[in-house]
């Protein structure tokens, strides 16, 4: 909120200081007189421990209604959702009867600016991902619990997640919770709101760059599946573009974004995986490096908008993970001339923390995979791109992560909507983000801008996500 912070465990210090504005985070509140203006945030501890609690422990949470809203200005909500609420904590277990049971709803009483949940951990927590941590450490409790089993994947799954059992997924709640701390404070946040489109490469031609074998076997799928596909592949075989190419559609609709900043701005994360298997299915290596250097001629390629696709990984062998990925990275070096700097994992194959260990290894500056494969919304509760901290190392990395909330292939395939019906959920879930101030990030495939089966008819959708909304930001 561009407030010079000073951070104090001296009450005396803190009560005697004539600054304008005062948190005060602990667990009774701290009354001062009426000159100076100061919000209470109620402290559980969590911020305070430097071990990771165990998973399975009830986690108490609680929505809250802000009345009357004309006192916080133009805040475009009601309610708050937040964890750790004063109420559940025994020190306070006997206090306010205006509270309500876990899971209920109370009121926020905006005179006296107190905070009846810990706002900072609830912050914290989720940006942690902390119940996933929690998830990745205790193997045991896995195996007792059916509902914590992962995916066909081995990936932590959306229904697991507090979030979407609240039913706050597709809300950026964690963004609500900063306007409305800045509200109290009379700041606005800084962040701005903005449009980030991404790609992910995985096949880079639909019909070339195969072998014979593989070339064969496609044609007979097609001739008993999808007899049309064979004049399609007729046609690229006389010289017709493929319609999976780069630089028919894919790169134009990121192009239109290049003007935002290089940390903010457009992405295209390629899949440099050299085997073939049945979840890396890139084109062969030859081919992939033809296709680049014909690119090249017409564009200029650089680390700021390519980066690197992590192929499928083995979770139980971070070297072998970490051997395929600095390969793939020496691959994608050598086509743009720049070492890669930016990372969105294939299937969005997202073990955390071990895949941001593994990242730093490498030197990874961002990662874009924070969001679910199956599910829209919010997967650490922001739209906007923040720092990771890794719980279990007990400390800040350099890794940059930037949410995204919504997919093409989370729409089609994992969800079964329409085009139609894609194009209005992404802008009930703009419109939200666009409140916040905050960032509206979304993956697209080259196969989805294609025009190709069974994608005819999604380049509208995508164009759509990437369409500007009018200014509505909070003031």
């Given at each position: 909120m561009g407030f010079a912070v000073s951070i104090t465990l001296d009450i005396n210090e803190f009560l005697n200081s004539t600054v304008t504005h005062k948190i005060a985070y602990t667990p009774t509140p701290i009354e001062l007189d009426d000159n100076n203006s100061m919000v209470w945030v109620f402290c559980d501890g969590l911020l305070q421990e430097n071990f990771v609690r165990p998973l399975g422990e009830n986690l108490a949470t609680k929505t809250y209604a802000i009345e009357p809203i004309n006192a916080l200005g133009s805040l475009s909500f009601n309610t708050l959702f937040g964890l750790f609420p004063a109420d559940q904590s025994?020190?306070?277990?006997?206090?306010?009867?205006?509270t309500a049971t876990n899971g209920g709803r109370s009121f926020i009483d905006l005179a006296s600016k107190h905070i009846p949940f810990d706002l900072f951990a609830t912050i914290f927590w989720s940006i942690s991902r902390y119940e996933e941590v929690q998830w990745g450490i205790s193997q045991a409790v896995q195996k007792q619990k059916g509902a914590l089993q992962p995916d066909v994947h081995g990936r932590y799954t959306a229904t697991q997640s507090l979030l979407f059992q609240s039913g706050v997924l597709e809300r950026p709640?964690?963004?609500?919770?900063?306007?409305?701390?800045?509200?109290?404070?009379?700041?606005?946040p800084l962040h701005q709101y903005s449009i980030v489109p991404t790609a992910d490469i995985d096949m880079a031609l639909r019909y070339g760059g195969r072998s014979i074998s593989t070339q064969m076997g496609s044609i007979i799928r097609d001739l008993i599946t999808a007899p049309h596909l064979i004049f399609e592949r007729l046609r690229v075989l006389l010289?017709?573009?493929?319609?999976y190419a780069m630089d028919n559609g894919t790169i134009q609709l990121l192009q239109k974004h290049e003007k935002l900043r290089a940390d903010k701005g457009p992405k295209m994360f390629v899949l440099a995986s050299n085997q073939r298997t049945s979840r890396n299915k890139q084109i062969h290596p030859r081919a992939f490096i033809q296709e680049f250097e014909r690119l090249k001629n017409s564009m200029a390629?650089?680390?700021?908008w390519i980066g690197i696709h992590p192929s499928w990984q083995e979770k139980t062998n971070a070297l072998h993970n970490l051997t395929e990925w600095k390969n793939e990275m020496e691959v994608v070096e050598m086509l743009i001339g720049e070492k890669p700097k930016h990372s969105r994992f294939h299937y969005i194959h997202l073990h955390i923390p071990h895949s941001y260990q593994l990242l730093a290894q490498l030197g990874i500056e961002s990662d874009w995979s924070m969001g679910y494969p199956e599910a829209i919304g919010f997967r650490a509760g922001t739209s906007v791109p923040f720092i990771w901290y890794d719980i279990v190392l007990d400390?800040?990395?350099?890794?940059?992560?930037?949410?995204?909330?919504?997919?093409?292939?989370?729409?089609?395939?994992?969800?079964n909507l329409s085009p139609q019906e894609s194009i209005n959920i992404a802008l009930s879930i703009k419109s939200k983000v666009q409140l916040m101030g905050g960032t509206f990030c979304f993956i697209f495939h080259n196969e989805s801008v294609s025009e190709s089966h069974p994608w005819k008819g999604w380049k509208n959708v995508i164009e759509s996500w990437a369409e500007p909304t009018k200014s509505n930001n909070p003031s």
């Open positions: 025994s020190e306070l277990a006997s206090g306010d009867p205006k709640f964690v963004d609500e919770l900063v306007w409305f701390l800045g509200a109290l404070l009379n700041r606005k010289g017709r573009k493929d319609p390629l650089s680390n700021e400390q800040t990395s350099k890794i940059t992560v930037v949410p995204f909330c919504i997919m093409d292939v989370t729409c089609r395939n994992y969800k």
